[in-house]
């Protein structure tokens, strides 16, 4: 069946680091979303790609579709303390990526 | 605009008990689905319910069963509870469930089986 894999499954990056996850399909998506949990909370919508190779910016975070619509990236720059929590996708309905944790040391 | 409310919160059951969650969505959304998030195994699909029908199903025991009212609320029940049910059950709603409408979710009813 359908997977999508995230990686890595933990990152510990100090503040002012870059930080970036990965979301891989085995199969063609025709759309991703992503999201934040922070600790002790709910997943919270961050943003949604559709289209092939599509970029998109939301301040220090960069969400990237890939060309073939099979793998999808969320870059963060230059983290906060703030930008902690876990980051899931969400390929295609019913399937969230495994999660990528981070923690931002000060 | 009121967010997705779960009640309870907490929840503490015995092995073989069964549960009932409660899960109301934001105003003028249809669309109910239901996750169960563990640390081993991450989000995983449980259901989702759509004007009162069951439009998909995770892989998940029959004794996992939910069901949506008129009014969009949703319910879900396990029967027989296992040690291994403990987790966070998370609902979230959408305007029409839809693969591009995103996922609203409540802040989760955290079930302990002992």
């Known amino acids: 069946g359908q997977q999508v894999m995230q990686i890595p499954q933990y990152q510990h990056v100090q503040e002012g680091e870059d930080f970036t996850t990965y979301c891989n399909s085995s199969?063609?998506?025709?759309?991703i979303q992503w999201y934040k949990q922070r600790p002790g909370g709910h997943p919270v919508f961050l943003i949604q790609?559709?289209?092939?190779?599509e970029v998109k910016k939301q301040k220090r975070l960069t969400f990237q579709f890939g060309e073939a619509k099979k793998n999808s990236s969320l870059h963060i720059t230059a983290t906060q303390t703030t930008d902690v929590g876990t980051y899931f996708c969400?390929?295609?309905?019913?399937?969230f990526g495994t999660g990528t944790r981070l923690q931002v040391f000060p | 605009k009121a967010g997705v409310t779960q009640t309870p919160r907490y929840l503490i059951k015995t092995r073989g008990q069964q549960v009932t969650l409660s899960c109301s969505p934001i105003?003028?959304?249809?669309?109910v689905s239901w996750y169960q998030q563990t640390p081993g195994q991450g989000l995983q699909f449980l259901f989702e319910?759509?004007?009162?029908?069951?439009?998909n199903k995770g892989n998940f025991p029959g004794r996992f069963s939910g069901r949506q009212f008129s009014n969009s609320r949703s319910e879900m029940n396990v029967s027989t509870l296992e040690l291994g049910d403990s987790a966070l059950y998370l609902c979230?709603?959408?305007?029409?469930?839809?693969?591009?409408?995103?996922?609203?979710f409540g802040n989760g009813t955290r079930l302990t089986v002992t």
């Open positions: 979230a709603s959408s305007l029409d469930g839809r693969a591009d409408s995103p996922l609203h």
């Open positions: 105003s003028g959304h249809r669309s």
């Open positions: 969400w390929a295609d309905k019913l399937i």
């Open positions: 319910y759509f004007s009162e029908t069951q439009r």
């Open positions: 790609l559709v289209k092939s190779g």
């Open positions: 199969t063609t998506l025709s759309n």
